[in-house]
């Protein structure tokens, strides 16, 4: 069963607009959250986290909003850039590890 | 230089072998960790280390060991490799609380035919 879902395998978005990719958890101990971004033959890298204390994040083109009534998070990137196109992860912490999704391949159109 | 260097990154072996896939760090992090990636499905944890001393079992441990030789070496070993264990092999580290962003090698692409 799994505990952090992202249920868009992939999103298309053109070039200079918002990109928007969501993340749906089950499990309320969840106190921390964070988005990783994949290129391919490379590992993850960290992008932008958010505590369950808070509603929202910003690092630069980068936000994250945290619904813990609805479990539910997003990732808005505004504006999109060819350099975003790859796999984005969210992953979810209850204290002692991740619980990742499964990933969303986000494609920038020119 | 990478700071978090997987080898082999490719690997191709039998059932039945077994096979060790070294990490090494050079970003002095107490904590590493060894998830393997399926198709469809997100990154699942196989073990983790806190300190040298310190080695725990992750979500899907069965069929695999691991050893911290340094604060800076942690390997996962295969004992006999079974084709179900064809996946996407990354090593992280990380410093402090778990919600400190972790830091990945490349991943070791395994495949056991």
């Known amino acids: 069963d799994q505990q952090v879902k992202q249920n868009s395998p992939s999103l298309s978005v053109q070039e200079g607009r918002i990109s928007i990719l969501n993340c749906d958890y089950t499990?309320?101990?969840?106190?921390?959250f964070l988005w990783y971004k994949k290129y391919p033959a490379e590992g993850p890298t960290f992008l932008i986290s958010?505590?369950?204390i808070k509603d929202k994040n910003e690092d630069g083109r980068f936000t994250v909003f945290l619904n813990k009534s609805a479990k539910h998070l997003s990732l808005h990137i505004v504006p999109s850039q060819p350099g975003d196109s790859a796999v984005y992860f969210c992953?979810?912490?209850?204290?002692?590890?991740?619980?990742w999704g499964a990933g969303t391949k986000l494609i920038i159109k020119p | 230089d990478a700071d978090v260097t997987q080898t082999p990154r490719n690997r191709i072996t039998k059932t039945g072998k077994r096979i060790m896939l070294e990490c090494s760090q050079t970003?002095?992090?107490?904590?590493m960790y060894w998830y393997r990636q399926d198709p469809g499905l997100g990154l699942r944890l196989i073990y983790y280390?806190?300190?040298?001393?310190?080695?725990n079992k992750g979500e899907i441990s069965d069929g695999y060991s691991v050893s911290r030789q340094a604060q800076a070496k942690f390997s996962l070993s295969l004992e006999s490799a079974i084709p179900n264990q064809t996946a996407l092999y990354f090593c992280?580290?990380?410093?402090?609380?778990?919600?400190?962003?972790?830091?990945f090698g490349d991943g070791t692409r395994l495949s056991i035919l």
């Open positions: 992280a580290t990380s410093e402090g609380q778990v919600n400190q962003p972790q830091h």
């Open positions: 970003k002095g992090h107490d904590r």
């Open positions: 280390s806190f300190d040298v001393k310190d080695i």
């Open positions: 499990n309320s101990m969840f106190d921390y």
């Open positions: 958010i505590s369950s």
């Open positions: 992953a979810a912490s209850p204290g002692y590890q991740l619980i």
